[in-house]
């Protein structure tokens, strides 16, 4: 006998249990289905996110970056350290912990708001009476079957691999394999200079690793705002991570211990290297393998999303899609707000979710963060703009902290003076960039900024300064 939900959510992920826990907050009896296991055998909620993706990423990089530091960063402040060692199993001990205690907290938020929680693949049915019925499938367990009104997809996406070479998470690496390497490899090689390439990049030579990145683009970053972009550049090549751009990989053979990636240069000259591991970071797709759409019709894209309109509605009634497997941004922060949305449009709200300002963070050191327009986006449309920057190496926290690589850039229009986009480079810019989001929501002057006061000394002086420069009048450079 099935029971019976108002709300469905199908993937544990940050769209799918924010969207439950909203679901309940608004009173609707909620299930919420997630197939991710610990080593115990017991529910992982959390997703991609929390267990093979931005929580033990950022576990490591603070781990890696205290390593690096005790190294090579703390005599200058007068600290001596002897007897440096890395103990890689206790730094793996502490991420796996970090992530069980993620896993935790969203757990207690499902019996907080009475959530009921199901462990297992999902898959629909078919229609039935009071909605659309939903077997949830489980080895070891006998299958179980539930009833939504609505159902919220949110499934999220899978790592891509390179043709003819598939993920053995031994040698050749996905996110996964990547996070739970044993040792340091010596040599490592990652295939794409994007977010997740460069963050486990950035991991793995802070411990010792020789670490050589291939991109496939002519341009670093090519996302990013250009001024932003050469920052970053400078500074992970002062660092030694080796990055080559314009690549095609052509081969890729695994050995016994190592991995030979051959491909051609940007000037179509072949090249070979050996290596002892290789992530692959090349993108995501999105994950509707199970689901049996054809039962029910979903509409899915030919690139594998499942097609909804603006407000998260595929083409059946009652149906709603998020996150990673529709379109837009593969971010878990546009999840989690797409997530609320629906729920809210579920009871008859009229929330709204605004891509123009969700915010990118690259989590490196330097850190990374942008939202709006870049520089060159806003030259190719034609758009009269203005723009300010100013330098970390001019402000009074940075020269305190020690780390003032980078800047931030203000670009305005201009006409009205309206930001149109902010983008910085330096440190913890993934904090910083909060109140320049906040700024775009209430469309917000460059002038604006400028005008308000910031505490002193802080990072976020910066931005004040560069919202100065856009007028031309900064204070400090």
């Given at each position: ?172 690496l996905s996110n996964t394999g990547a996070l739970a390497i044993g040792a340091v490899p010596k040599k490592l090689c990652l295939v794409g200079a994007g977010v997740i ?42 660092q030694g991570l080796s990055i080559t751009l314009g690549v095609k990989i052509t081969k890729v053979t695994s050995g016994k211990n190592e991995v030979t990636v051959e ?88 929330p709204h979710v605004d891509f123009n300002t969700v915010p990118w963070v690259i989590y490196t050191h330097p850190e990374i963060a942008w939202v709006g327009q870049t ?103």
């Amino acid at each position: 006998m099935s029971k019976n939900f108002d709300v469905v959510v199908i993937g544990g992920g940050p769209g799918g249990y924010i969207a439950a826990i909203r679901a309940a907050q608004l009173g609707l009896s909620v299930a919420a289905i997630d197939s991710w296991q610990n080593a115990k055998g017991g529910s992982a909620l959390g997703g991609t996110c929390t267990n093979v993706g931005c929580i033990p990423s950022k576990a490591l990089l603070q781990s890696s970056e205290h390593f690096e530091m005790a190294g090579h960063g703390f005599a200058e402040h007068g600290i001596g350290v002897e007897g440096l060692k890395l103990d890689l199993a206790q730094m793996q001990k502490r991420k796996d912990k970090v992530v069980q205690q993620n896993n935790d907290g969203i757990t207690y938020l499902y019996k907080k708001n009475k959530i009921t929680s199901f462990l297992g693949l999902a898959a629909f049915v078919g229609k039935a009476e009071g909605g659309y019925e939903v077997k949830v499938t489980r080895a070891g367990a006998p299958d179980e079957s539930i009833v939504g009104k609505h159902i919220i997809v949110a499934t999220g996406s899978n790592p891509r691999a390179l043709p003819g070479a598939p993920f053995d998470e031994n040698l050749i690496l996905s996110n996964t394999g990547a996070l739970a390497i044993g040792a340091v490899p010596k040599k490592l090689c990652l295939v794409g200079a994007g977010v997740i390439g460069l963050e486990m990049g950035s991991v793995w030579r802070r411990l010792g690793s020789e670490v050589t990145v291939l991109e496939a683009l002519p341009a670093f970053l090519g996302a990013v705002d250009e001024q932003v972009a050469k920052e970053a550049r400078k500074a992970f090549d002062k660092q030694g991570l080796s990055i080559t751009l314009g690549v095609k990989i052509t081969k890729v053979t695994s050995g016994k211990n190592e991995v030979t990636v051959e491909y051609d240069d940007a000037d179509g000259k072949a090249q070979k290297g050996t290596f002892d591991r290789l992530i692959v970071s090349i993108g995501r797709v999105p994950n509707t393998d199970g689901l049996n759409v054809v039962a029910v019709g979903l509409s899915i894209d030919e690139r594998g999303f499942v097609v909804v309109d603006g407000d998260c509605k595929t083409n059946l009634e009652n149906v709603w899609a998020i996150g990673d497997v529709v379109r837009g941004p593969m971010l878990a922060h546009k999840a989690e707000e797409e997530g609320v949305a629906v729920a809210e449009r579920i009871v008859g709200q009229k929330p709204h979710v605004d891509f123009n300002t969700v915010p990118w963070v690259i989590y490196t050191h330097p850190e990374i963060a942008w939202v709006g327009q870049t520089e060159q986006a806003l030259k190719a449309s034609g758009r009269e703009y203005k723009a300010g920057s100013f330098p970390f190496m001019a402000n009074g926290r940075a020269r305190a902290l020690g780390d003032t690589t980078g800047l931030v850039k203000v670009i305005a229009d201009a006409k009205t003076d309206e930001i149109l986009g902010v983008h910085m480079v330096g440190p913890n810019v993934s904090e910083l960039i909060a109140e320049a989001v906040v700024a775009m929501e209430f469309k917000a002057s460059a002038e604006d900024i400028a005008r308000i006061c910031h505490a002193h000394p802080s990072l976020s002086e910066a931005t004040k300064e560069a919202a100065l420069a856009v007028d031309k009048r900064t204070l400090n450079f």
